[in-house]
């Protein structure tokens, strides 16, 4: 028998069985085998090829997909940054004179808080057996008496400190 060539499509293989045996398959079982292996080689072949071209094709959407992200992100920056007017650093020392930047996580009010308490843990301000409404009326006190000074410290009502503090994770407090 000639040496069976590979058939990438059932059609194709029914073909060449047709016009080369006349609907006969090959007589000996050995070389039915071979044909049906040239058969399956090429669909596993024509296999491969598929799945090479579907990865070519995910990782063509991929790279749209990443081109679309980066250029939403570069007009959310652009826009971003026309929003914002620049501040003089003399306007922004002065903000910001009272309120420390960041504290253990905290900013703003909370901040502020972390760093009272921290002055009156130095100085002694509160005593061992201090109960969680007379702190926060306390430090509403003087975040009154801090805002008079400064009008970028916006004092907190005392229930509101009192509802925070454990949040913040600030009570219990430890006197020293």
Known sequence: MAKPTKYNTLK??????????????????????????????????????????????HEAEAER??????????AIAGELTRQSPPQSKSKLKQSNDLLPAEINGLRGSGAWIADELRRMKTDGDIP?????????RELEKRMRKANRADAS????KWQSIKNQLPYWGLWPVDPM
């Open 12 to 57: 194709e293989f029914a073909a060449a069985i047709e016009s080369e045996h006349r609907g006969h398959l090959p007589a000996t079982p050995e070389d039915q085998a071979e044909m049906l292996g040239h058969f399956f080689e090429g669909l596993i072949g024509a296999g491969e090829t598929i799945r090479s071209a579907l990865d070519q094709l």
């Open 65 to 74: 997909e990443l081109r679309k992200q980066q250029s939403l992100a570069r």
């Open 128 to 136: 061992n057996n201090v109960k969680i409404s007379h702190l926060a």
């Open 153 to 156: 410290v916006r004092p907190l």
